[in-house]
């Protein structure tokens, strides 16, 4: 995503990146209308969004790995205290990962609004992408916030007032010495707001199908994941059926081939790209740390035969998973892939129906593709719970969906013996801090 000018970089430096969103202490003052003068900058801005998004609170490590070692794929076996801290499941209000996630996600939202705010008012006639930067500005807002609602609010239950705080312009004259304070929306006026954005990500990015960036097909995958997480089951599966069928993406042959290249793949909706010069730090944790190793429960999880089991080499004393595992740390993220698609059609038309069985095609679909047989028949919803979580979680194990799936069908008190409270992270003490409007989380302290 860094691979154009060094010139533009500077310049969101200068206006993004050095700045805390909800910081108290003034970092940078620079006018929009001084940067967003021609499309060319507008671009420069989007690629911004994306440079920020590769940050290692964000997806270049623990928004990707640490939902898994929140809940039972991965382990701690490392040194790192706010690793120790999410995967015993007694995360404070100081832990360094929620400080840093909600700061750096935050930061991603302001890029998108000062370019919702700006592009259609800039006056370049050579702007012929107006349209689509706009879509990919709302596309990545939607994104940011459902990503923060999924660590932050309370994304499990829609009647929650415990949603977000919706920062929706941009901090004015993006001078950060002022502070949005803001209380917390609904949990159902958050989704709202990631949905409306999604709506509008369609309606301007038709015909735009870049797989390394927020698309068309993107958006509508995301709003078939976000819709699964609202429990609107009739239009998450219309979503992810779109996609499926009429979109331009096949599954791998083989899940060793999915991890084979370490870029786009035919499966790759939406890949958030790195390379040699502009590296994650995947390989370097799941690799040559040992903050995010294989929980045995993984590994023993897979039935006989399933080919997702050799996507893990034994070292130094634990399994890696070799889906990061280019050691220059090259490894595309897979935000939105074809497979998650075919288990989210089968989630919703499950759900939809109340039947356990008209999910199981597409259930069978991706078990086929890792070598195993059909399942004929499943005798009850629970029992079709019990197989959808067990194929997501051989399926999309490191990818960062476990916690969010555990706690989504409600399990995290038998299966791990945690209280309800812990379903969502804490409000960071930051931010507490600083801002008189905004509440904590029920259960956890203000301070």
Request: charged share 20%; proline share 4%; hydrophobic share 40%.
């Amino acid at each position: 995503m860094k691979k154009r000018s060094i010139l533009l970089l500077t310049i969101l430096t200068v206006l993004l990146m050095s700045c805390d969103v909800l910081d108290t202490e003034p970092q940078a003052s620079l006018d929009a209308e001084t940067v967003l003068v021609d499309g060319a900058a507008a671009e420069a801005v989007l690629l911004g969004a994306y440079s920020r998004m590769q940050v290692a609170p964000y997806y270049g490590v623990h928004f990707t790995l640490s939902p898994d070692l929140a809940a039972d794929n991965a382990r701690y076996q490392g040194f790192f205290d706010s690793q120790l801290e999410v995967n015993s499941g007694n995360v404070p209000i100081s832990n360094l990962w929620v400080t840093t996630a909600w700061v750096n996600i935050y930061r991603v939202v302001n890029i998108a609004n000062l370019l919702i705010a700006e592009v259609p008012g800039i006056e370049d006639d050579a702007f012929a992408s107006r349209d689509r930067v706009l879509g990919e500005a709302h596309a990545v807002r939607a994104l940011a916030y459902f990503d923060l609602l999924r660590v932050f609010g309370y994304h499990f239950d829609t009647s929650s007032p415990y949603g977000l705080p919706l920062l929706l312009e941009p901090i004015e004259n993006n001078d950060f010495n002022l502070i949005p304070d803001l209380a917390r929306s609904s949990v159902a006026d958050t989704y709202q707001q990631i949905l409306g954005d999604l709506n509008t990500a369609v309606s301007l990015m038709e015909g735009y199908s870049t797989n390394t960036a927020m698309n068309y097909w993107a958006a509508l995958a995301l709003r078939a994941r976000v819709n699964l997480y609202a429990q609107n089951y009739n239009d998450a599966f219309s979503d992810a059926n779109q996609v499926i069928e009429n979109g331009p993406f096949s599954l791998v042959g083989s899940v060793e081939d999915l991890y084979e290249t370490t870029g786009a793949t035919s499966e790759s909706i939406f890949d958030l790209e790195f390379n040699d010069q502009d590296g994650s730090s995947l390989f370097t944790f799941t690799f040559q740390r040992d903050e995010y190793n294989v929980n045995p429960s993984l590994t023993e999880s897979f039935e006989e035969g399933d080919e997702r089991a050799s996507l893990f080499i034994f070292d130094r004393g634990s399994d890696r998973p070799v889906k990061w595992s280019d050691s220059n740390n090259a490894n595309n993220v897979r935000v939105l892939r074809l497979a998650e698609m075919y288990l989210i059609r089968s989630e919703a038309a499950t759900m939809r129906d109340n039947n356990p069985n008209a999910g199981i095609a597409d259930l069978n679909v991706i078990r086929n593709r890792a070598g195993l047989g059909d399942i004929a028949s499943i005798a009850s919803m629970d029992e079709y719970v019990d197989i959808l979580l067990q194929e997501r979680r051989a399926e999309l194990n490191y990818e960062g969906h476990r916690f969010f799936d555990i706690v989504r069908f409600d399990k995290l008190g038998e299966l791990f013996g945690r209280e309800d409270f812990r379903k969502a992270f804490p409000i960071p003490r930051d931010e507490l801090q600083i801002q008189t409007n905004l509440d904590q989380n029920p259960g956890y302290p203000t301070n």
